[in-house]
């Protein structure tokens, strides 16, 4: 391995431990650091046969939180794990395995009890259309949202 891809790895190595980063993420980060291309695969190579870079785990990590603590729906959760660049196979065996057992109605109308909560005013038409916003932009099906405004 040439010193680039020794380099690469330690400046990889630093934005890991952070938090965890897909494997387009890192290979943005290294190249932007100005690496070759052939020290930012055997860089990337390295990293994912030591087990430092898993595109499932993270996609499962974020989906995880965003469905949970974040109040995010499935289908901008879908389009976070895609833009940050796995695979949509993985994508969409990580979505079967984090939806299992849950209902996007259920996760919608909990958000809609956080939104009501934080936005007590929000009442009538206008609250309603601030409501259906709020979770159209969390992204909630267009038929989900009609069900949790009827009640």
């Not at 309603?128 to 009827?150: D, N, P, Q």
Request: charged share 35%.
């Amino acid at each position: 391995m040439s010193g680039d891809s020794q380099e690469a790895i330690g400046v990889a190595l630093r934005h890991l431990a952070r938090r965890d980063r897909t494997e387009l993420e890192l290979r943005r980060i290294l190249t932007k650091k100005g690496f070759e291309e052939e020290a930012v695969r055997g860089a990337l190579g390295r990293l994912r046969g030591w087990g430092y870079l898993d595109d499932e785990r993270v996609a499962l990590a974020l989906a995880r939180d965003r469905l949970e603590r974040s109040g995010w729906g499935p289908m901008r959760v879908r389009e976070e794990l895609l833009r940050r660049g796995i695979d949509p196979s993985v994508v969409s065996r990580v979505m079967q395995q984090v939806m299992e057992g849950k209902e996007e109605e259920s996760l919608a109308r909990a958000a809609a009890r956080r939104y009501s909560r934080t936005h007590p005013g929000a009442t009538g038409e206008r609250g309603m259309r601030r409501l259906a916003g709020y979770l159209a932009r969390r992204g909630y099906s267009t038929e989900v949202i009609v069900r949790v405004l009827k009640g």
